[in-house]
């Protein structure tokens, strides 16, 4: 079964560097905590706030090692209550658990986003 499986970070400027290394810690985290390799993944989708533009959060994928996983990056709606500096992901992949053993992860600053789902990993939280 394809599931959809969510993950957002935070970044304390705009800057690639950081983008491209809470990006690539996030993607890790998000594969180690659903035991997914990336055969596993069907395609990741990636959105930054607004203001980040420094680079596409997607080449973290490809500074990984996902090279075969398709990607794409997108804007995220420019809302008044909006998080900022936020790099946000949704990755497909297939796997038997069932939508309740799904694990989320949101990291850094992003928690705030989900603080239903409390995530097993949170080095900047």
Same mark, same amino acid.
């Given at each position: 079964?394809?599931?959809?499986?969510?993950?957002?970070?935070?970044? /304390?400027? !705009? @800057?690639?560097?950081? %983008?491209?290394?809470?990006?690539?810690?996030? *993607? $890790? =985290?998000?594969?180690?905590?659903?035991?997914? /390799?990336? !055969? @596993?993944?069907?395609? %990741?989708?990636?959105?930054?706030?607004?203001? *980040? $533009? =420094?680079?596409?959060?997607?080449?973290?994928a490809r500074r990984i090692g996902w090279q075969f996983v398709p990607v794409i990056c997108m804007?995220? *709606?420019?809302?008044?209550?909006?998080l900022p500096k936020t790099i946000r992901v949704l990755m497909h992949a297939e796997t038997s658990?069932?939508?309740?053993?799904?694990?989320?992860?949101?990291?850094?600053?992003?928690?705030?986003?989900?603080?239903?789902?409390?995530?097993?990993?949170?080095?900047?939280?």
């Amino acid at each position: 079964m394809i599931r959809g499986i969510r993950g957002a970070t935070t970044v /304390d400027r !705009d @800057d690639a560097d950081e %983008i491209l290394e809470r990006t690539g810690e996030l *993607l $890790r =985290a998000m594969a180690e905590q659903n035991q997914l /390799d990336p !055969d @596993d993944m069907a395609s %990741i989708c990636f959105t930054l706030s607004p203001d *980040l $533009r =420094a680079t596409f959060p997607a080449e973290a994928a490809r500074r990984i090692g996902w090279q075969f996983v398709p990607v794409i990056c997108m804007r995220e *709606l420019d809302v008044p209550h909006g998080l900022p500096k936020t790099i946000r992901v949704l990755m497909h992949a297939e796997t038997s658990r069932s939508p309740r053993d799904v694990h989320h992860v949101y990291l850094g600053g992003a928690v705030v986003l989900r603080e239903d789902l409390n995530s097993d990993v949170n080095p900047r939280g």
